[in-house]
């Protein structure tokens, strides 16, 4: 009898051990979000780092580089503005295609005959900054924990370093 009931003592313990983990929600920046949105945040971060990737390719001589930016600028906007405000949409579409916009600058580097060099990419940082915004606007609304998601991803994307990669490759 004793048996018995250590033994289902025991099945018990496994049983609420096993839900805990199980349900516990993930966690990023230290801040728990439901697995919904985690996989949209993944996303987001994946999606940028594609994004830059297809920037560090650019060439003006290859039309395929430039089709190659916009595809992954357009894949950014289409994941993230189905969950932004009207107004956060139109940011993260100013970011990429706005007369200061990534995109938009990189277009004048290919029409001008030129690739991006240093002082080309220097002009990309508040651009970053606004599409990693929005990319978390569409996943948390809170302020708080919405700032330090930005803050965790920017150190995870490491954009500064890329961006600056890319203009010291084509300086002369």
């Known amino acids: 009898m004793r048996k018995a009931f250590l033994a289902l003592a025991a099945v018990i313990i496994a049983l ?3 839900l805990i983990t199980f349900n516990q929600q993930p966690k990023y920046a230290d801040v728990s979000m439901p697995q919904s949105d985690y ?16 920037l560090n390719q650019f060439d003006y001589t290859k039309p395929k580089t430039m089709t190659a930016i916009e595809q992954q600028a357009d894949q950014v906007i289409k994941h993230n503005s189905k969950n932004l405000s009207n107004s956060d949409e139109q940011a993260l579409r100013d970011a990429f295609y ?32 606004t ?17 330090d998601i930005v803050t965790q991803m920017k150190k995870d994307l490491n954009i500064e370093a890329d961006i600056y990669k890319i203009g010291a490759k084509n300086e002369e």
């Not at 993944?42 to 780092?49: A, G, T």
């Not at 200061?100 to 651009?127: E, L």
């Open 16 to 18: 609420l051990v096993a």
């Open 39 to 54: 996989r949209h945040l993944k996303q987001s971060r994946e999606d940028i780092q594609s994004f830059v990737h297809a």
């Open 98 to 129: 706005g007369s200061q916009g990534i995109v938009t600058i990189v277009q004048t580097a290919k029409k001008g005959h030129y690739n991006i060099d240093a002082s080309v990419a220097s002009r990309f940082h508040d651009r970053f900054d």
């Open 131 to 147: 599409i990693i915004m929005m990319s978390v606007n569409a996943i948390n609304k809170s302020s708080a924990q919405r700032a």
